[in-house]
């Protein structure tokens, strides 16, 4: 059984920072690309960043690009997302994601990762 825990959300003001963390277990952490996604109330989930499975690469939103930071301890088998200079926007649930290494070529397509956490709330809000 494949899981993923996010954890790290909560509540910030704007200009504010979080950092969410993605603990994994039940595969093979070192031979997967992992992503963050997130959905806002009435919007489509999209892409935040990825990872691949070396962690030599990563991608960005364009929304968030210089602002936020993945980063993955391959011991740890955990994911982080580091979250400066929040903005109103980036309210939203997060999810991280995992996919074979070919994932991360394609993100941010959904539809090559195939594991999936419940994800974590994030509000930015003053």
């Known amino acids: 059984q494949r899981y993923l825990v996010e954890s790290g959300g909560g509540w910030v003001q704007p200009g504010g920072f979080l950092r969410l963390s993605c603990a994994t277990s039940?595969?093979?952490?070192?031979?997967?690309?992992i992503a963050w996604f997130r959905q806002a109330p009435g919007k489509e989930r999209e892409g935040v960043s990825a990872?691949?499975?070396?962690?030599?690469?990563?991608k960005y939103a364009e929304s968030v690009k210089g602002r936020f930071t993945i980063s993955r301890d391959n011991a740890k088998k955990t994911v982080y997302l580091q979250m400066n200079t929040l903005k109103v926007e980036d309210t939203a649930v997060y999810y991280c994601?995992?996919?074979?290494?070919?994932?991360?070529?394609?993100?941010?397509?959904?539809?090559?990762?195939?594991?999936w956490g419940q994800g974590t709330q994030v509000t930015v809000s003053s």
């Open positions: 990872i691949s499975d070396s962690g030599s690469s990563t």
């Open positions: 039940g595969f093979d952490f070192n031979a997967r690309t």
């Open positions: 994601a995992a996919g074979l290494p070919f994932a991360y070529s394609n993100w941010p397509n959904q539809n090559f990762f195939g594991a």
